[in-house]
């Protein structure tokens, strides 16, 4: 296992290990031209490698996000995956990608490609897929990440990236006060178990609408279903004009720092995530503890749960096909 590092005309530097094809460092300038690092991570690949880890900065595959009861119907064969969150199967499951040793080819100092082979079989999943993901370090101060794969059998694929943001800096407080803006009218609500219930919700008149820039604070200790299932926020975004082409779909602000983060996607879906799930168990870089609400995860994605919701849009890529989508994180 290595450590990778990209770095920009303007010094910002993005470390990188082939370990689940993880970002563990993003330094980007402040308002006052100060270095920060806005991702949480570890200092060394023990914090990543042990078991119940937080799946910092990892790619996530072969299935990003849940399927309920861990298991999914394909060409009329039932499926059976790792029920590693509460009966359904989360993030591809115990040894999904975020665990596996990727191939490394650094082709220069701003861009990176990592590549792995998921065997027929591997974590349930069917097909043997070529995954590659390559992360660029643009000279604007953007970290695409272009995933490609293909498969010689059907199967499902919905790859992502699991980096937790604190445009504050790393470990350095609660990220409630960071303005954001989702360009989003409904979400994927979701049940108990967080599996989506096949229907839309409206954002409008709810504290998920984040058409106009909030606090993500602001509302998320509101008495709402959702928000207790989630215990914060923890849904899919049904995004606008979400057709394929890239496009701007998100922004947020650090209130300290001055950072501003744009999110943009060819994908359907965006995962809001609060951190909600930190405690101060996980000590991160410099011993600080990740305590509860010290990051935001924007995961990139399809639906939740598509492989058992026929109304969703498909996850199934089959032979002679290749998945191919971008997404980019953009900062100034």
């Known amino acids: 296992v290595h450590l990778y590092t990209l770095k920009n005309k303007n010094n910002v530097t993005a470390e990188f290990t082939n370990y689940g094809a993880r970002l563990v460092s993003l330094m980007v300038p402040d308002k006052s031209g100060n270095m920060v690092d806005v991702v949480l991570g570890h200092d060394s690949l023990g914090g990543y490698a042990k078991p119940g880890e937080s799946f910092f900065g990892t790619t996530i595959g072969r299935y990003g996000n849940r399927i309920g009861k861990a298991k999914f119907v394909l060409d009329g064969k039932t499926y059976t995956l790792d ?7 989360l993030h591809g499951g115990r040894q999904g990608f975020h665990t596996k040793v990727w191939e490394a080819a ?29 992360f660029t370090l643009t000279n604007d101060n953007a970290l695409q990440i272009d995933y490609e794969a293909t498969t010689d059998a059907n199967t499902v694929v919905n790859l992502t990236n699991h980096t937790y943001f604190n445009l504050n800096g790393a470990g350095s407080g609660t990220i409630n006060d960071h303005e954001l803006m989702i360009d989003a009218d409904n979400i994927t609500p979701v049940d108990a178990g967080l599996i989506p219930t096949g229907k839309m919700m409206k954002v409008e008149g709810t504290p998920f609408d984040f058409r106009k820039p909030m606090t993500i604070g602001s509302r998320i200790d509101s008495a709402n279903e959702q928000l207790t299932f989630g215990k914060g926020y923890d849904h899919n975004y049904v995004l606008n004009g979400a057709n ?8 947020v602000k650090g209130d300290k720092t001055g950072i501003t983060m744009d999110v943009s996607t060819d994908q359907p879906g ?37 492989p058992n919701q026929p109304s969703f849009p498909t996850t199934e890529l089959k032979p002679g096909q290749t998945y191919k989508t971008t997404s980019v994180y953009k900062f100034h």
Not at 113 to 134: C, E, H, I, M, R
């Open 83 to 89: 029920a590693n969150n509460g009966g359904n199967s």
């Open 244 to 251: 394929g082409t890239l496009k701007t779909v998100c922004t």
């Open 270 to 306: 965006l995962q809001f995530y609060t951190g909600n799930f930190l405690d101060g168990s996980e000590i991160g870089k410099g011993g600080k503890a990740y305590g509860h609400r010290t990051a935001l995860c924007l995961e990139t994605q399809h639906y939740p749960d598509s």
């Open 106 to 134: 650094q082709k220069d100092s701003q861009t990176i490609v990592f590549t792995y082979l998921s065997k027929d079989g591997d974590a349930g999943y069917p097909g043997n897929l070529n995954a590659k993901v390559t």
